[in-house]
């Protein structure tokens, strides 16, 4: 069985000294490949290194997270275009970059309103350049799936480059995307007692574009909720969503890895 964890984040385990661990873990548990996702300049340059050093089983995007937005972002979105455009290993798609309601100050809304422009100013300005590259785009949308919605169509990005990853909405949304082109990929929250939404999504988007990541070290998939996500528990998820869809593992695997390899052109 092969997998492909599509979202990732692969800078805490760096920090703790476990990524080769973490690595072999996900190969034995059938994750042969995993998508290491840039969220500022922080981790952009760490992950085209390991694009390098773990050729073939770690590849990476490049993108301006929204929660990682502050006065003077431009300055770090006018160096996204050069991953693509100077030398080593090349990015495989742009993101993630999108919109945060959900972490913006709760108790100061004259600085969250400052902040969510700077989101949407920094969303708006990484659509251009995803726009010019035609590249995969990875968004990010929390609180915020409408606004997302109408500033892809608005920027003349092609739909069917567009995942939002950590899909959490529902039935309705689901439709919204797959009307457009667009894709929704799925976390360990598929397998949360409380998701059923998510599940009906996931069953209304079909098997033909079902994409699958942890999201690690956030979104531990039943049933090992409540401890540091990783690659290798991609497995978990898999295994449930054959549940959901009433299908072998071996099918999720196959379709979620030929719908991965054909979005990210890897």
């Not at 548990?29 to 089983?57: F, P």
């Not at 070290?217 to 049933?223: R, S």
Request: glycine share 10%.
């Amino acid at each position: 069985m092969t997998l492909i964890d599509t979202h990732t984040h692969l800078e805490s385990f760096v920090q703790q000294g476990d990524l080769p661990a973490a690595l072999a873990r996900a190969a034995e548990a059938g994750v042969t490949a995993m998508i290491a996702i840039g969220t500022s300049t922080e981790d952009w340059g760490l992950y085209r290194d390991l694009g390098g050093t773990h050729a073939g089983q770690v590849r990476f995007t490049v993108g301006l997270h929204p929660c990682a937005v502050a006065a003077g972002w431009e300055k770090e979105v006018a160096q996204i275009e050069g991953f693509w455009n100077g030398a080593g290993v090349k990015p495989v798609a742009l993101g993630e970059c999108g919109l945060d309601r959900f972490h913006l100050p709760k108790d100061d809304p004259a600085q969250a309103a400052e902040i969510f422009a700077w989101q949407r100013a920094a969303f708006k300005a990484q659509l251009e350049v995803a726009r010019r590259l035609e590249c995969p785009l990875v968004v990010h949308s929390r609180g915020a799936f409408q606004e997302c919605v109408e500033m892809i169509d608005e920027s003349g990005v092609a739909w069917e480059r567009v995942v939002f990853h950590c899909f959490t909405e529902g039935v309705a949304e689901i439709t919204e995307l797959m009307r457009r082109g667009g894709y929704g990929s799925f976390t360990g929250v598929l397998t949360y007692k409380s998701a059923e939404n998510v599940r009906a999504a996931a069953l209304a988007q079909g098997l033909g574009r079902l994409m699958l990541e942890t999201d690690a070290p956030y979104l531990t998939p039943m049933p090992h909720r409540g401890k540091p996500n990783e690659p290798a528990f991609l497995r978990h998820t898999a295994e449930f969503a054959a549940g959901v869809f009433g299908v072998s593992v071996a099918e999720i695997a196959e379709a979620s890895t030929r719908n991965a390899r054909a979005f990210f052109g890897i």
